[in-house]
C-alpha cells in the first residue's frame, strides 16, 4: 500500500487545479476552439472553469497550511 502525506497531496491538487484554471484562461484569451466527440464547447464554458479551478485550487492550498 503506498501512503502520501497531507501535505504533498494538497500541493499536487492545488498545482492541478492551477493549471487548468491558467489552460482556460489562456483559451480565453487565445480564442482557443475545443471540441469533445464531435461537440464544439463554448468559449462561455472556460469563464466558469476558470472560476471554478481558482475557487478549487485556492482551497486546496488553504488546507496546505
Do not use: D
Request: net charge positive.
Amino acid at each position: 500500500m503506498i501512503f502520501i502525506k497531507q501535505r504533498t497531496l494538497n500541493q499536487t491538487v492545488t498545482l492541478i487545479f492551477a493549471t487548468v484554471a491558467v489552460l482556460h484562461l489562456l483559451r480565453l484569451l487565445m480564442g482557443w476552439e475545443v471540441s469533445l466527440a464531435g461537440w464544439s464547447i463554448p468559449i462561455w464554458a472556460s469563464f466558469i472553469g476558470v472560476g471554478v479551478a481558482c475557487f478549487l485550487a485556492y482551497q486546496a492550498a488553504k488546507l496546505t497550511k
